[in-house]
C-alpha cells in the first residue's frame, strides 16, 4: 500500500516525544543517534556530545559558561528551568552548527548566504546544495541541469516538485565523491523539512571529508564565538521541538569518518595519538617517522615538506585546543576535542602540498620555463584537470597574465590559487583548441578560394571557428574578386592574419554600401572611422561631406549596377579633404586680409588680396590704396552695424570691396579722360564740340543744357584764362572724388592711380570737373533765371502784394502793442460796455421765456429726446464695431462664474441648487463609459464564477482529504484490531466495535465529523480575528494593563507569525493601526499624553520592530558612529563645571605635588568663575557638538533603513492626532512623533549599544564608565534636540548649546516628516481584497492549546464589549464553538493521560479559512435606494432644462415649449444609446422608464417621489431637500475619481482573474492527483482473485441472517422473527469497481432483494458518528462491524 497523503498538519510535544501523527503520516527516527544511545542521554542532561556541560545562564546572549562556581547556581534551579535551559543550550549548540554550516558554504560558493535562522528554509529547494555539488563535482552537477538556479520561481511561487531534482543531484554528488552513506539524509528531510539537523550533519561530515581530500577548505568551530538573541534561541528550540528529535554528534563525526574508511579502527587511534604527540614535541624528524606511520593512512607525504607540516599542525593543534577551552569542562570528555582527527591531518598536510606545488607553480612561471611549469601542473597534489602536454605554451601565457594581473590587482606578487590555476589551465585549453580549429578553418578559407565559387567562399569565411570578422553573404561576389585577386598577388595561400584585416576591409566597405542604399549616415561614418576599415586621413568634421559625396558617387555607378570599391572610398575621402583644405585655405586669407586691415598698411593688404587661395579675380597693384581704403571703410561700417569692435570681413564682402575698388578706379579713369577732352575742346575753341564733351556720361556734369554752348566756351576760356600759369607744362593732374578721396591722371600717357606718384608736379592750368561743373552751373542758373522771370510774371505780382500785406500788418502790431500796454484800462472800458449789454439782452430773453413758457419745455423735451437717441445710437455702433471683445468679455466673465461655482460645488458642504444645477450635465454617461462599465461588469462576473468554482474544488478537495484520511485510518485501525482479536467471539464483538469507531479519544486533530468541525469552527475565528482587526484591538484595551503584554506576545505575535511573510506583515500592520487610533480614541485627551505616559501600543510596535532586522537596521544607522566614538580614546565630553573644577584640581596637583590652594568642594557658579574651567568647558562642548553632529548625519541619512513598520505607524500617530485635534499646532504633533522615532527606537540604542548587539563585544565585556558617560551626553543633547527643549536652570552653563538645539530640531522636523512619507500597507505588501482568494497556499498559525482556550475564553467574557451587535460574525463563530472547552478536550483523552507533559504548552497548527467568503452584496433598503437613484436621476434631467434658485420653484413654475422640445431631443439620444449598450449593463427597467418621461411627468413623479422619501426620513422639505442636492453634488464631484476608481479596478480584476486561473488549474492538478490516489488505495484495497480451473473467480461472502447477528453486523430486520434469520441468506459480491460490492438478500432460496454497497460510503457514515444503517430498508446491520467484515474477508490486511 503507497504510503499515504494527508494534508493535515501534526503536533509535536516538548522533549523530543513525537506526537501520533494524523492521516497515517509517517515521521522517520531520528539518525545516527539512538534514543537510548549514551549521545542520547548526554544530550537530555545538557551537555555536549564531546565535549562539558552547558551551565544556565540568564543573559540575553546564549554563550556558555565555563565551568565554575555556577554549580551551585545551577542546583538552585527548579526543574522546569533545568529544562527551559537545556531546550535553550541545545538551540545555541544547533544554532552554532548552522553558523558553522553557513561560512563553509559561502567560502565554497563565493556568495552571501541567508542568516543561520533562515538556512534551514533557504536549503529546502536543493539550490544551495546543487552549487555546493557542482563545486567538487562539476561533471555529476552541472550548473545547467540546476532547476530554478536564480530561485525566481521558488520566491514567486515557492517550492516545486522539480526542486527535489536539485536535491538528488546533491545526494549523487557526495556519494561520487565517497562520503559514507551514514551521512546521507534522505529527500524529504530537506524538502519537506522533516530532519533538518541531519541534513546540517551531513554538510559538516561532508566539509572535513573534503577538507581531508584537498576539495574544500578547513570548517572553523565557532562554539561559544557567535551570539544570537533570545528570541533567535526560542525560535529554534520550539522548531527542534516540532522535529522531536535528538542532535547528531556533531562532534563524533571525525571518529565516524575514521571507523567508516579504516580496517583498523586501534591501529588509526594509536597512530593518529603518536602524530599528535610528535607535533607537541615539536621534533620534525619524530613528527614525520610518525606521519610515515602506514597505520596513520596518511597519503601524499612529502619529506622535504616535513618542517612545515610540524609548523602547520602545531598551529591546527593549538587552536583546536583553544576551541576546546571555550567548552565547558565536566564529567565527560573526549580526547578528539584536544586533539587533531587523522582526517584534519590529512587536511593539513594535503593544504601544505598544494601550497607548495602552487609554489613551484610560480617559479616556473617566474623563470619562463615551460617545461618546468609542465612539470608543476602535473603535481598530483594540485589534482587539476584536463592538463595536456602540447598546450605548454599555452600555459604558460595564461597562467603569467593571471600572475601578472593579480599583482596589479593586489599591489604585491602573491602565489595564484588552486581554483585561479585550474580556471587559467581551462582557458589556455580553450585558447588552444581554438586556435587549430583557426588554422583548419583558414585551410578551407584558401581550398575555396582557389575553386571560384562565391558561395562556397562564403560559408567558409562564416564559420565561427575561423575567428574572422562578420562576413554578409548578399555581397558574396565581392569577397570572392577580392580575395582571389589578394591571394594572386600574395602568390600562394593567405594567412589568417592577412584574412583577416581583408576581411574587415571588405566586410567594413559592404557596410558602408548598405549605409549608402539606407541612407544612413551614422552607419556610414562609423564604418569609414572603423580602423579595421583602412581608410587613410578621415576626418570626423567631414563626416557629413563623406557620406554626400560618397552618395552622389553611388548614383552615379548606380546604372552600371557596381558597388563602391574600397578604392572608390579612399579617393572620395582625398577629394573631400582637398575640398575642405581649399575652403580651410580661403579662411586663411581671409584673416591674412583682415589683419593686414587692421594694420593699416595698404601693401600687405594688397599681398593678402593676391594670395591664390582667396580666389579674388583683377587684383591690381595700382589699385592697392582704394583696396585697403574701402576694405578699411567696410569693417568699420561692420563693426559699428554689428555692435562688435572686433568684426572680421568675409570672403564675399572682401570680393565685393575688391569688385567696388575696381570699378571706382575705372570710372575715375573715364571721368578724368572726360575732363581732360574738355579742357582740350576748350583751347581748340570750338563751341559744339565743347557742348558734346560736356555732355559725356562718364564726366557726369549736371545741368547742361544746348541752347547754352556758346556761353559755355566763354565761361570755360575765361575760367582756363584766369587759372593758367605760365610756363606750366606738368602732365600729371589731380581729381577729387566724390567720397573725399583723390585720384591723378597723368595726361600724357592717359594712365591714373589713387595715390600720389613720387616727385609729382601737378599741372595748374588744367580745369577740374568740379571747376568746369561751377562755370556751366552759373550759365544754366543765368539761363534759368532768365526763362524764369518770363514764365512767372504773374507769381511776381503776387509776391508783391505779400510784401504789401507785411507793411499793413506791421502797422497793425504797432497799434496792437500800444493797446497791449493800456491793456487795464482797455479790458475794464470793455467789461462795462459788454456788461450793460448782456444785461439787457439777458432782461429781454428773460421776458421773452416767460411769453412763451409752454414752447419752450416742449422744444426742450424734444432736444432731451434727441441727446437720448443719439447717445444710444452711439453706444449702439460702439458694441456693434467692438462685438468680438464684447464676447471675450462675456466668456471670460462666464468661465470665472463657472469656476466660482465649481469650487462652491466641491468645498461647499451644501451647495446651492443653481450651482447644481450649472454642472447637471455632467452626470450623463457617455458612450465610451458605458462600455468600460461593460468590460468592468464582465470582469466581476468573471472573478465572481472563478471565486466560486475555487471554493466548490476547495471544497471537494477537502472532502477526498477527508476520503484519504478514513481510507488510511481504517487499515491502522483494522491492524490494531486484528492484533488484538484473532477470532472473533461474541465476548469481545462490543470491544471490536469500540476499537472500530475511528478517532474516538483523539483531539482537535481527530478525523471525526465533530472534531472537524471544531477545528473548521476554531480556524474560521482565527481568520476573522486575524483580518479584523477592531477585535483584538478592542480585547487588548478592554483586559487588565498587566495582561496585555503577555497577551500580546503569547498569542497576537503569534496569531500574525511574527510577520514572517507579506500577508502577516501587512495584517500586523493593520492590526497596530487599528490599536492606535483605538488607544488615542479612548485614552488619550491631548497629545502630550503619547509622550508622558506609556502607550501600550507604542510600548509593543517598538519592541517589535527593535528586535530582528530593525535591530540589523539601528545597526546600520548607528553602529558605525558609534564604534567610532568608542576607539576614541582621548574623547572628553564632560560638561558638568564641578567635574571638570575636580579634574582640573586633581591635574594640577599631580603635576606639580603640591596641595592647591583652592578649595575642593564648590558650586557650579563657583566653578564656572575660573577662566581654565570655562576653557574646559569650552572644548567640551566644542567635541560633544562634533559628535553629536557625526550622530546627526547618521540618523538624518538612514531614514529609509529605519523599519517600514516604524515608519508607517508614525505616520498614523501624525494622521490619528491630527484629525482629533485639529486645534493642535502642527509641530506639537511632530515632537509626538519625533519622541516615537527617536526617542523609543533610536536613543535606547544610542545610550546602551552593548544591550542591542550595535557593537561588537567581547565575552564578559561591558562599555566603560566613560564611553557610558559619551553616549548619554550625545543622546541628550539629540533628545533636547528632537523635543524642542533648551536648557536652563541647572544647566544654564549649556546655555550656548540653546542656537544649535533650534537649528537641530528643524533637521528633526523634517527628518520627522520624510519618516512619515511612507506609502500604504495595501502599495507596499501588494495586498488587496482579492489577495486571499488568489493564495494557492492557505494561511497557518502554530498556537499552543493553552493560547487556543485563554483567547476563547477572553472573546466570550468580553464580546458583548468587542461586538456590541449580536447579528456580528464574531458572535456566530463563538455560538458555532459551543461552550468553552479544555485543553484535555482538545488535546484528546489518549495524549492527555500522559502526566510528564504540559498539556497547555502542546501547540496545533491552525489552516485558516473564512467562513463568510463570498461577494454576496447586502440587499437591504434595495426599495428606498432604488426609489432615491430614481428621484435624483429624474431631478438631474430637469435640472439641465429648468435651472432654479431652489426645488420648489423649480418643481412649480410652468415649462416652456423650448424646455419640453430640448428635454425630447436628450430623450431620444438617450433611447438610441441604451439600445447599443450590452444587456447586462442595461438599467432597471424602472429606471429607464422614469428616464424617457416627459419633462412635465417628471416632475410630477419627482414630487410624489418627494413625499415618500420624506415618509422613509431620506429627506426633509425643512432644507428645502437639502440632502437630495448634495447626493447630487457629490455624484457630480465623483465622475472623474469614480472613472479613475474603475480604470484601477480594471487592472486589479485581470490580475486577480490570473491568479484565480493559476489557483483553478493548482486545485484541479491536485483533484486529479487525489482522485488518482483514492483509485490506488481502493486498488490495493481490493482483493486478489483465486485461480479456479480456467478462470479467475472473485471471491464473495455468504453468511445467514443469525451467522451476522451473532457476528454483531446484524442488528434486526424488521417485521421478521428471530426464529427465521437462519432462512435468510445474505451474499456480499465485490463489484468490478474497487470499492463497490453487491448485496444480495435470499430468503428460501429465493432471490429477494439487491444492494450496492459503497466502501467510502461505510467510512463516510463511520465518520459522521452513524453507528446503524439500514440495508433494503429493513435490515439494520452495525457500520463498524461491517467495515471489519469487509476489511478481514474480502480486502487485503
Not at 554550516?101 to 529546502?124: I, N, Q
Not at 539606407?518 to 567631414?542: I, K, M, Q
Amino acid at each position: 500500500m503507497p504510503l499515504p497523503l494527508c494534508r493535515s498538519t501534526s503536533f509535536s510535544a516538548p522533549g523530543g516525544v513525537p506526537a501520533p501523527a494524523p492521516s497515517g503520516l509517517h515521521i522517520p527516527a531520528a539518525p545516527a543517534v539512538r534514543a537510548g544511545s549514551s549521545v542520547g542521554l548526554l544530550q537530555r542532561r545538557g551537555r555536549r556530545p564531546g565535549g562539558g556541560r552547558f551551565k544556565p545562564g540568564r543573559r540575553r546572549n546564549m554563550e556558555p559558561r565555563r565551568a565554575g562556581a555556577g554549580s551551585a547556581l545551577y542546583e538552585r534551579l527548579t526543574a522546569e528551568e533545568m529544562d527551559e535551559q537545556r531546550r535553550q543550550n541545545v538551540a545555541y549548540q544547533y544554532l552554532c552548527r548552522l553558523e558553522e554550516a553557513k561560512r563553509w558554504m559561502e567560502a565554497c560558493l563565493k556568495e552571501e548566504l541567508p542568516s543561520p535562522v533562515e538556512l534551514e528554509e533557504s536549503l529546502r529547494n536543493g539550490v544551495l546544495l546543487a552549487k555546493l555539488g557542482h563545486c567538487f563535482a562539476p561533471a555529476v552537477v552541472p550548473l545547467k541541469k540546476i532547476y530554478d538556479a536564480e530561485q525566481l520561481r521558488y520566491q514567486a511561487t515557492g517550492l516545486h516538485f522539480r526542486h527535489t531534482d536539485n536535491i538528488n543531484f546533491w545526494l549523487s554528488a557526495i556519494a561520487h565523491v565517497g562520503l559514507p552513506s551514514t551521512f546521507f539524509p534522505e529527500t524529504t528531510d530537506i524538502y519537506d523539512k522533516k530532519n533538518m539537523p541531519r541534513v546540517v550533519y551531513c554538510i559538516h561530515a561532508l566539509s572535513l571529508f573534503l577538507f581531508r581530500l584537498g576539495l574544500a577548505p578547513q570548517i572553523h568551530d565557532l562554539y561559544g564565538k557567535v551570539k544570537f538573541s533570545a528570541e533567535e534561541l526560542s525560535n529554534m528550540a520550539s522548531e527542534l521541538a516540532k522535529y522531536g528529535l535528538q542532535l547528531p554528534a556533531f562532534s563524533k563525526i571525525g571518529g565516524i569518518l575514521a571507523n567508516e574508511l579504516s580496517v583498523d579502527e586501534a591501529a588509526v587511534h594509536a597512530a593518529v595519538l603518536a602524530i599528535n604527540e610528535a607535533v607537541e614535541r615539536g621534533v620534525v624528524k619524530d613528527t614525520l617517522a610518525a606521519l610515515q606511520n602506514p597505520s596513520a593512512l596518511l597519503v601524499n607525504l612529502q619529506e622535504p615538506l616535513a618542517p612545515i607540516y610540524q609548523e602547520l599542525l602545531a598551529q591546527a593543534k593549538a587552536e583546536k585546543a583553544a576551541s576546546a577551552q571555550t567548552h565547558d569542562g565536566g564529567e565527560s570528555w573526549d580526547l578528539y576535542d584536544c586533539f587533531l582527527t587523522q582526517a584534519e591531518i590529512q587536511g593539513n598536510i594535503n593544504h601544505v602540498n598544494v601550497h607548495a606545488a602552487l609554489e613551484v607553480v610560480d617559479d616556473a612561471l617566474e623563470r619562463q620555463s615551460p617545461d618546468a611549469l609542465l612539470e608543476a601542473l602535473l603535481d598530483p597534489a594540485l589534482a587539476l584537470r584536463g592538463v595536456r602536454k602540447d598546450f605548454t605554451n599555452w600555459y604558460l601565457e595564461q597562467l603569467s597574465s593571471d600572475r601578472e594581473q593579480k599583482a596589479q590587482e593586489l599591489g604585491l606578487l602573491d602565489l595564484l590559487e588552486k581554483e585561479e590555476v585550474q580556471a587559467g589551465v581551462v582557458t589556455a585549453n580553450m585558447k588552444g583548441d581554438e586556435e587549430q580549429a583557426m588554422f583548419q578553418a583558414v585551410c578551407r578559407i584558401n581550398r575555396a578560394i582557389q575553386k571560384g565559387v562565391a558561395a562556397d567562399t562564403v560559408k567558409e569565411l562564416m564559420c565561427p571557428e575561423a575567428q574572422l570578422p562578420p562576413v554578409y553573404p548578399s555581397a558574396s561576389a565581392v569577397y570572392q574578386q577580392e580575395l582571389t585577386a589578394l591571394q594572386q598577388q600574395r602568390g600562394g595561400e593567405l594567412g589568417h592574419e592577412e584574412l583577416f584585416v581583408a576581411m574587415e576591409m571588405l566586410s567594413a566597405v559592404v557596410l558602408i554600401n548598405r549605409a549608402l542604399e539606407a541612407g544612413d549616415g551614422d552607419s556610414c561614418w562609423s564604418s569609414l572611422v572603423n580602423p579595421t576599415t583602412g581608410l587613410a586621413e578621415v576626418e570626423r568634421e567631414n563626416a557629413h561631406r563623406y557620406f554626400d559625396a560618397l552618395v552622389e558617387l553611388r548614383h552615379e555607378r548606380m546604372p552600371d549596377g557596381v558597388t563602391l570599391s574600397w578604392n572608390d572610398l579612399q579617393a572620395t575621402v582625398y577629394q573631400v579633404n582637398a575640398q575642405v583644405q581649399e575652403e580651410t585655405n580661403q579662411i586663411l586669407a581671409v584673416s591674412l586680409i583682415n589683419e593686414a586691415l587692421d594694420q593699416g598698411s595698404p601693401k600687405k593688404t594688397l599681398s593678402a588680396l593676391l594670395l591664390p587661395s582667396a580666389g579674388l579675380d583683377n587684383v591690381s597693384l595700382a589699385v592697392a590704396p582704394r583696396y585697403h581704403l574701402l576694405l578699411v571703410a567696410a569693417k568699420r561700417q561692420k563693426a559699428q552695424a554689428t555692435g562688435d569692435p572686433g568684426a572680421v570681413l568675409w570672403l564675399e564682402e572682401i570680393r565685393q570691396e575688391v569688385l567696388r575698388a575696381n570699378q571706382d578706379t575705372d570710372a575715375a579713369q573715364r571721368m578724368a579722360l572726360g575732363v581732360a577732352a574738355i579742357n582740350q575742346a576748350i583751347k581748340e575753341g570750338k563751341a559744339a564740340q565743347t557742348e558734346q564733351v560736356l555732355r559725356n556720361p562718364t564726366v557726369a556734369l549736371r545741368g547742361v543744357v544746348p541752347n547754352c554752348a556758346d556761353s559755355y566756351q566763354r565761361a570755360l576760356e575765361g575760367a582756363m584764362a584766369r587759372k593758367r600759369y605760365p610756363g606750366d607744362t606738368a602732365f600729371w593732374v589731380q581729381h577729387n572724388m566724390k567720397d573725399g578721396s583723390t585720384y591723378y591722371f597723368h595726361l600724357q600717357t592717359f594712365q591714373g592711380t589713387w595715390e600720389r606718384p613720387s616727385g609729382c608736379r601737378l599741372n595748374m592750368s588744367h580745369l577740374t570737373r568740379e571747376e568746369i561743373q561751377s562755370a556751366i552751373t552759373k550759365v544754366t542758373a543765368a539761363h534759368d533765371r532768365q526763362q524764369l522771370w518770363k514764365a512767372n510774371v504773374g507769381f511776381i505780382i503776387q509776391f508783391q502784394a505779400r510784401l504789401r500785406g507785411f507793411l499793413v500788418r506791421e502797422k497793425f502790431a504797432e497799434q496792437s502793442h500800444f493797446l497791449r500796454t493800456w491793456l487795464p484800462a482797455v479790458i475794464k472800458i470793455q467789461a462795462h460796455w459788454r456788461g450793460y449789454r448782456q444785461r439787457k439782452t439777458y432782461l429781454e430773453r428773460l421776458q421773452y421765456f416767460r411769453a412763451n413758457l409752454d414752447a419752450v419745455i416742449k422744444i426742450q423735451a424734444w432736444v432731451r429726446m434727441w441727446a437720448a437717441c443719439r447717445r444710444y445710437r452711439r453706444r449702439l455702433g460702439y458694441f456693434q464695431k467692438n462685438v468680438n471683445a464684447i464676447v471675450k468679455i462675456q466668456a471670460y466673465f462666464r468661465a470665472w462664474k463657472a469656476r466660482d461655482d465649481y469650487r462652491v460645488l466641491v468645498h461647499s458642504p451644501h451647495p446651492t441648487v443653481s450651482v447644481v444645477c450649472r454642472f447637471a450635465h455632467l452626470l450623463n454617461q457617455s458612450q465610451e463609459d458605458f462600455m468600460v462599465e461593460a468590460e468592468l461588469l464582465k470582469l466581476q462576473e468573471e472573478v465572481v464564477r472563478k471565486i466560486r468554482s475555487n471554493q466548490q474544488l476547495q471544497q471537494d478537495l477537502d472532502l477526498m482529504d477527508i476520503k484519504i484520511g478514513l481510507l488510511v485510518k481504517n487499515r491502522i485501525t483494522l491492524q490494531e484490531v486484528v492484533s488484538h482479536c484473532k477470532k472473533l467471539t461474541k465476548k469481545n464483538k462490543e470491544q471490536l466495535s469500540g476499537m472500530m469507531v475511528l478517532d474516538k479519544q483523539k483531539g482537535l486533530k481527530s478525523l471525526s465529523k465533530e472534531k472537524r468541525q471544531k477545528l473548521e469552527a476554531y480556524q474560521h475565528l482565527f481568520y476573522l480575528l486575524q483580518t479584523q482587526p477592531i477585535y483584538l484591538a478592542k480585547l487588548t484595551f478592554h483586559m487588565p494593563q498587566n495582561k496585555t503584554t503577555k497577551f500580546m506576545e503569547s498569542v497576537i505575535f503569534s496569531l500574525y507569525n511574527y510577520a514572517s511573510n507579506r500577508r502577516e506583515a501587512y495584517l500586523l500592520l493593520q492590526l497596530f493601526k487599528t490599536m492606535l487610533q483605538e488607544e488615542i480614541r479612548s485614552k488619550v485627551e491631548q497629545p502630550q499624553d503619547m509622550v508622558t505616559g506609556n502607550p501600550t501600543v507604542v510600548r509593543l510596535v517598538v519592541r517589535f520592530y527593535r528586535n530582528g532586522r530593525g535591530q540589523s537596521a539601528l545597526r546600520e544607522i548607528l553602529g558605525r558612529v558609534i564604534q567610532e566614538v568608542l576607539e576614541d580614546k582621548r574623547l572628553s565630553v564632560h560638561t558638568d563645571p564641578i567635574h571638570l573644577y575636580k579634574s582640573w584640581i586633581n591635574q594640577s596637583e599631580a603635576q606639580t605635588g603640591q596641595r592647591s590652594h583652592l578649595p575642593y568642594d564648590v558650586t557650579p557658579e563657583q566653578a564656572l568663575s575660573h577662566p581654565e574651567v570655562q576653557r574646559r568647558l569650552d572644548i567640551s562642548l566644542h567635541s560633544l557638538l562634533a559628535v553629536t553632529d557625526k550622530f546627526l548625519v547618521a540618523i538624518m541619512s538612514s531614514v529609509d533603513r529605519i523599519p517600514y513598520g516604524m515608519r508607517y505607524v508614525a505616520k498614523v500617530l501624525r494622521t490619528t492626532l491630527a484629525e482629533k485635534f485639529p486645534d493642535n499646532s502642527e509641530n506639537e504633533v511632530y515632537k509626538v512623533v519625533g519622541n516615537l522615532l527617536y526617542y523609543r527606537f533610536l536613543n535606547p540604542a544610542i545610550v546602551a549599544p552593548d544591550a542591542f548587539d550595535i557593537v561588537a563585544m567581547a565575552a564578559g565585556g561591558a562599555l566603560a564608565t566613560p564611553q557610558r558617560h559619551t553616549l548619554g551626553a550625545v543622546a541628550q543633547v539629540l533628545q533636547h534636540a528632537a523635543a524642542g527643549k533648551v536648557f536652563s536652570g541647572e544647566s544654564r552653563h549649556l546655555r550656548a548649546l540653546n542656537d544649535y538645539l533650534e537649528e537641530t530640531h528643524l533637521k528633526f522636523r523634517r527628518f520627522v516628516c520624510r519618516a512619515c512619507q511612507v506609502p500604504e500597507p495595501e502599495e507596499r505588501f501588494a495586498m488587496d481584497e482579492y489577495s486571499d482568494m488568489v493564495a494557492v497556499a492557505k494561511p497557518v498559525v502554530y498556537i499552543t492549546f493553552g493560547e487556543l482556550v485563554n483567547t476563547h475564553r477572553l472573546l466570550l467574557e468580553h464580546q458583548d464589549w468587542i461586538a456590541p451587535d449580536h447579528c456580528d460574525p464574531l458572535h456566530e463563530l463563538l455560538e458555532d464553538l459551543g461552550e468553552l472547552p479544555t485543553v484535555p478536550d482538545l488535546i484528546g483523552e489518549g495524549v492527555a493521560a500522559d502526566g510528564n507533559l504540559d498539556l497547555s504548552k502542546l501547540e496545533v497548527s491552525l489552516t485558516l479559512a473564512n467562513k463568510f467568503e463570498g461577494l454576496e452584496t447586502d440587499t437591504g433598503d434595495a426599495n428606498a435606494q432604488s426609489l432615491l437613484l430614481s428621484t435624483k436621476q429624474m431631478l438631474a434631467d430637469i435640472m439641465q432644462f429648468q435651472p432654479r434658485d431652489s426645488l420648489e420653484e423649480m418643481l412649480s413654475l410652468p415649462l416652456s415649449r423650448e424646455q419640453e422640445a430640448a428635454h425630447q431631443r436628450l430623450m431620444c439620444q438617450r433611447q438610441a444609446c441604451e439600445t447599443q449598450i450590452p444587456e447586462p449593463l442595461r438599467r432597471h427597467r424602472s429606471l429607464i422608464a422614469h428616464s424617457l418621461l416627459p419633462l412635465a411627468d417628471k416632475r410630477r413623479r419627482v414630487l410624489r417621489n418627494l413625499r415618500q422619501l420624506e415618509g422613509l426620513g431620506l429627506v426633509s422639505a425643512r432644507n428645502g431637500y437639502q440632502g437630495l442636492v448634495d447626493g447630487l453634488a457629490k455624484d457630480i464631484c465623483s465622475q472623474h475619481r469614480h472613472r479613475q476608481w474603475r480604470k484601477a479596478e480594471l487592472g486589479k480584476l485581470q490580475a486577480t482573474l490570473q491568479g484565480l486561473d493559476a489557483k483553478m488549474a493548482f486545485y484541479e492538478e491536485q483533484g486529479d492527483y487525489y482522485s488518482q490516489y483514492i483509485r490506488t488505495c481502493l486498488g490495493h484495497l481490493a482483493p486478489r482473485a483465486k485461480t479456479s480451473g480456467k478462470g479467475k473467480k472473485q471471491p464473495s461472502l455468504h453468511y445467514t441472517a443469525a451467522q451476522l447477528q451473532e457476528k454483531g453486523v446484524l442488528v434486526e430486520i424488521e417485521d421478521l422473527p428471530h426464529s427465521h434469520f437462519r432462512n435468510v441468506i445474505f451474499d456480499i459480491t465485490p463489484g468490478d469497481e474497487a470499492g463497490k460490492f453487491e448485496v444480495n438478500a435470499r430468503f428460501l432460496g429465493v432471490d429477494m432483494e439487491r444492494f450496492q454497497l459503497h466502501y467510502q460510503d461505510l467510512l463516510q457514515l463511520q465518520y459522521e458518528g452513524v453507528a446503524v444503517m439500514k440495508l433494503f430498508n429493513k435490515a439494520k446491520v452495525n457500520v463498524n462491524l461491517l467495515i471489519f467484515l469487509l476489511n478481514k474477508k474480502l480486502l487485503r490486511q
